[in-house]
């Protein structure tokens, strides 16, 4: 699946008759849109399982959407699609399925890797996952000195911290408050220390997740959290067994670390890394939340998986979404897109979706390796939108940048909320409506004028709007309302990779740095071989040589 010999995108008809369009819309704005259509709010919205998406706030027209359509078919995202869910090795660069759809495949569903039916195996490390998860929950699962696991370390970094840290978070009024749940991603030392520093050695489980089990990171602070446990229980390494277990696709080096490969749960190679938490990489989050829990978690993921296969055009959310993004990149230059969550729970949710979006676009050559002379994947950033309103929402409503941006919201607060701040919750949400509202009309000169303001303060306070958002609601935030959104999410990206001709399943572009840092470790400790370096480096590891006063 190399797609060579592809139409390159920029010389397809489709792509210039949505150029010409792009011309023929001009300044259109939002308001015009709006008069002319006193349906469109409502039209242009989606159900998709327990989400409403709203789409109508968009610089688009029936013909735009038409015309995306059009060039979704021209680019044969449906072909890919389905040749991705029928495990066809559509990662070209590393030969590999990409099948996390599988991950939460029912447990009769048939999906072949090499003739082999994956769904029993991947059924049967959930129902491991499940029956540890409950020993632990239950505080049956006992340390080296026989106190029961409260405290649970994940160890892991990208989509071996990502997804995890930010699904309990997201799960939190959901988890088990009597269990202590900490991640640790960062190769500084500081992190670990703060992660551990305050729990007792004897009651603290270590996750070690990590799919190649190579990581340096991961690697560097498992071992010294091994070396932790074993100072503080001054035990030997016979009390590394109950007190690790890994998350790999790698059991050879998982044993090499000192961990018993019946305490590691597996996954595969058809599953990426910033895909994988709804595999065993979700372990700390099935202790937290529990299996059923989970379960429904995957079940939403399940739901839009089947949306996004089955849906037609017209309706299909993913492809709608990432034909949105397509537009924008494409022929509004936007750059970067923003994600606002307006729920504390969402906090980490666009670090999440970094990962996901940017390691899998963030690419400059098509399938067959050519260069692309089209935008690919935007900057995704963001937090949760209220904070955002009193730190950068100022430039997105008036700066000079093309900012598309998804709004997401509930509409009912977490259940155990205290009663006197479930009333916060209409005030949250008034926000959430009122900005997509003042970026997409804002307020002309003339409404300034309107209201007294002085003439040299009317520019200042004119807002021109045609600002593009999505709006997502949902009833409430429930485990399978995230694995939708999830879902959804990741077949946004998938669909703009398509359209893109790129691979968006491999990630050569972290491999640099990796090799890069390991030949200048032995330059920062033991010195020497800075004339390897070029200047601006050698200078700069000279300097913090001197500074730890190394000569
Ligand atoms: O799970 P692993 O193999 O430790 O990898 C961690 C992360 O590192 C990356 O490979 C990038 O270096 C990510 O794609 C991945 O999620």
């Known amino acids: 699946m190399t797609n060579a010999g592809r139409t390159r995108l920029n010389q397809l008809p489709e792509w210039a008759a949505l150029g010409k369009h792009r011309e023929q819309l001009g300044d259109t704005h939002l308001r015009e849109l709006f008069d002319a259509d006193p349906r469109r709010g409502t039209g242009y919205a989606l159900r998709v399982g327990d989400l409403y998406l709203d789409y109508s706030k968009h610089l688009v027209t029936d013909e735009t959407l038409?015309?995306?359509?059009?060039?979704?078919?021209?680019?044969?995202?449906?072909?890919?699609?389905?040749?991705?869910?029928?495990?066809?090795?559509?990662?070209?660069t590393e030969d590999r399925a990409v099948l996390h759809t599988a991950l939460r495949a029912p447990r009769d569903a048939v999906i072949e890797v090499d003739g082999v039916n994956v769904v029993p195996?991947?059924?049967?490390v959930l129902d491991k996952m499940a029956a540890f998860a409950d020993k632990v929950r239950a505080g049956e699962w006992t340390g080296h000195t026989g106190k029961p696991i409260r405290n649970i370390v994940n160890i892991g970094i990208g989509g071996s911290d990502l997804g995890p840290a930010m699904a309990y978070e997201v799960l939190r009024a959901y988890t088990q408050r009597d269990l202590t749940f900490r991640f640790v991603s960062n190769v500084d030392?500081?992190?670990?220390?703060?992660?551990?520093?305050?729990?007792?050695?004897?009651?603290?489980?270590?996750?070690?997740?990590?799919?190649?089990?190579t990581t340096i990171e991961t690697i560097t602070n498992a071992t010294s959290a091994r070396n932790w446990l074993l100072t503080e229980l001054r035990a030997g390494q016979d009390a590394v067994a109950k007190h690790f277990v890994a998350l790999?696709?790698?059991?050879?080096?998982?044993e090499d670390f000192g961990i018993d490969t019946a305490n590691m749960f597996e996954f595969w190679d058809w599953v990426g890394g910033r895909y994988s938490y709804d595999s065993a990489i979700g372990l700390s989050l099935m202790i937290a939340i529990g299996p059923e829990r989970f379960r429904e978690m995957l079940d939403g993921f399940h739901l839009v998986d089947e949306h996004f296969r089955t849906a037609p055009p017209e309706q299909n959310a993913p492809l709608l979404l990432g034909l949105l993004g397509v537009w924008y990149g494409a022929f509004f230059d936007a750059q970067s897109h923003a994600v606002l969550p307006y729920s504390h729970y969402l906090s980490k949710f666009t670090a999440y979706l970094q990962q996901l979006d940017m390691e899998s676009n963030g690419k400059s050559v098509t399938r067959d390796g050519q260069p692309v002379d089209w935008q690919t994947g935007p900057v995704v950033w963001g937090t949760p939108g209220t904070n955002g309103q009193h730190a950068y929402y100022q430039l997105i409503h008036q700066g000079t940048k093309v900012i598309p941006a998804d709004f997401i919201g509930f509409a009912r607060p977490v259940e155990d909320l205290l009663p006197g701040l479930v009333a916060q919750h209409d005030l949250l949400m008034a926000n959430f409506f009122a900005q997509t509202q003042a970026l997409a009309f804002g307020k002309t000169p003339e409404e300034v004028r309107a209201e007294g303001v002085p003439e040299e303060l009317v520019a200042h306070k004119t807002f021109h709007g045609n600002h593009p958002t999505t709006t997502i609601l949902a009833e409430a935030l429930t485990p399978s309302v995230l694995g939708q959104l999830v879902a959804l999410y990741e077949h946004k990206v998938f669909v703009q990779g398509a359209v893109w001709n790129i691979d968006s399943f491999d990630q050569w572009g972290v491999e640099l740095g990796k090799v890069l840092a390991k030949r200048i470790e032995p330059v920062l400790t033991e010195g020497g071989g800075g004339e390897q370096l070029d200047s601006s480096t050698a200078g700069l590891v000279s300097a913090y040589r001197a500074l730890r006063g190394r000569s």
Do not use: Y
């Open 121 to 124: 195996e991947v059924h049967a």
């Open 189 to 213: 030392g500081a992190d670990l220390h703060e992660a551990v520093r305050d729990l007792d050695a004897a009651e603290t489980l270590f996750i070690v997740a990590s799919k190649t089990f």
């Open 66 to 92: 038409r015309l995306l359509r059009d060039l979704a078919a021209a680019t044969d995202v449906a072909g890919l699609r389905d040749a991705m869910f029928r495990g066809e090795k559509i990662n070209n």
């Open 248 to 254: 790999s696709t790698n059991a050879e080096k998982v």
